[in-house]
């Protein structure tokens, strides 16, 4: 079974800095999809940004880029010129391509990392 | 606008009660999904729904039911039977594997 670990239970980073949150993954498949998911004080998840696994190129969203190292099994998420808004929860997720029972399209989430911007 | 709605926002249930927590969504998306998010636990899988009128069960299913009798909704009930019902609950769509998952606002469930 598919595994995702988040070793940051929490990070804190200064306002206009950069900060990278930690990702990895276990898997014994070739092809999946990897997410990274913003939980503001709100509670509603938010869609950060998504990988392909079979793409080597980076995902990049504005402020918001991965390191995606296939070989590592490691899916981290840096956040560019951080700003006051940027602090939440980020849950990173994993989702198989393969149809386990009908299980095809489920997302195995990381426990997350609260992530605190100090103006 | 196209999205999820979760009702009601704050939900409360005497002991022995069944409540439902409901979910509609808009998006015309085939799949549904139900989660269940505690402190540090991060977000489990109680019911899933690829289609109408088939559903499956999640990682943490003992205590919760549900139906897919409609494409734009999949309400979840849970009963007496879940004796730790305390919890933030999550719904969700998606439509394809590699399509993002979108959710709605949730609901917060707390025993009187």
């Known amino acids: 079974a598919q595994t995702v670990t988040q070793s940051q239970p929490e990070m804190s980073v200064q306002e206009a800095e950069t900060v990278t949150l930690s990702c990895t993954y276990d898997t014994s498949e070739s092809d999946y999809y990897l997410f990274w998911y913003k939980q503001p004080p709100s509670r509603q998840m938010i869609l950060v940004i998504r990988?392909?696994?079979?793409?080597?190129q980076n995902a990049t969203e504005n402020r918001f880029s991965v390191n995606f190292q296939k070989a590592a099994k490691s899916f981290s998420l840096k956040i560019s010129d951080s700003q006051l808004g940027d602090a939440a929860m980020y849950f990173c997720a994993y989702r198989s391509i393969m149809n386990y029972g009908g299980s095809q399209g489920n997302l195995i989430f990381g426990k997350g990392t609260k992530l605190s911007v100090k103006p | 606008d196209g999205g999820i709605t979760q009702s009601p926002k704050y939900l409360f249930r005497k002991e022995g009660q069944n409540v439902t927590l409901s979910c509609e969504q808009n998006l015309n998306h085939d799949a549904m999904y139900w989660y269940r998010q505690d402190p540090g636990q991060g977000l489990r899988l109680i019911y899933y729904?690829?289609?109408?009128?088939?559903?499956q069960k999640g990682d943490i299913a003992e205590g919760y039911s549900v139906s897919r009798e409609k494409k734009e909704s999949f309400p979840l009930t849970v009963t007496s039977a879940q004796k730790n019902p305390t919890a933030f609950y999550l719904c969700a769509s998606s439509q394809g594997a590699g399509q993002p998952q979108h959710f709605g606002d949730g609901t917060r469930l707390s025993i009187l």
């Open positions: 990988q392909e696994a079979y793409k080597q």
């Open positions: 729904s690829q289609i109408v009128n088939d559903f």
